[in-house]
């Protein structure tokens, strides 16, 4: 079973599709289906139940074009977030966006703020602009969230 991160899942595992692994190897999509509502992934190569195993916890990476955008204008892939300034809506610095949580009730934003994470749900209330041109995301958090 795989537990999809991406809104494609019939185009990142369509049977030819290829991704790395946390360890650097390539694995190549034979087939792929869903099966009592998971996603079940056949990798050329991966044998048996030993060999699937193996693959359990890892993550995998899709090798995309610097330039590739999601078809969405209000997608962002987690590898153009990471890293942005977050600031408010008077230009005060938060801080950077460290990670990308993918929870079950939404998306959130982990933002080091001097040294302190804080946890931004990533919704249009809290988080209405992304600019992936100037690499920022300006923030409108509930009050005592963040404290500038």
């Known amino acids: 079973m795989v537990e999809p991160r ?49 693959l359990r916890g890892r993550i995998l990476h899709v090798e995309r074009a610097d330039d590739a955008r999601p078809s969405d204008p209000e997608e962002f892939y987690d590898t153009e977030l990471i890293g942005m300034r977050a600031v408010l809506p008077d230009g005060a610095y938060v801080g950077l966006v460290r990670e990308v949580l993918h929870l079950p009730g939404q998306d959130v934003l982990a933002i080091d703020h001097d040294g302190r994470e804080i946890l931004v749900p990533f919704i249009a209330d809290f988080v209405p602009t992304v600019d992936v041109v100037t690499r920022e995301i300006r923030l409108t958090p509930p009050p005592g969230l963040v404290d500038p």
């Open 6 to 54: 991406t809104d494609e899942p019939d185009v990142r595992f369509a049977p030819g599709a290829s991704m790395v692994d946390d360890e650097g190897r390539t694995l190549v999509v034979e087939e792929s289906h869903v099966h009592s509502g998971r996603l079940r992934v056949k990798f050329q190569g991966i044998v048996g139940r030993e060999g699937a195993e193996g």
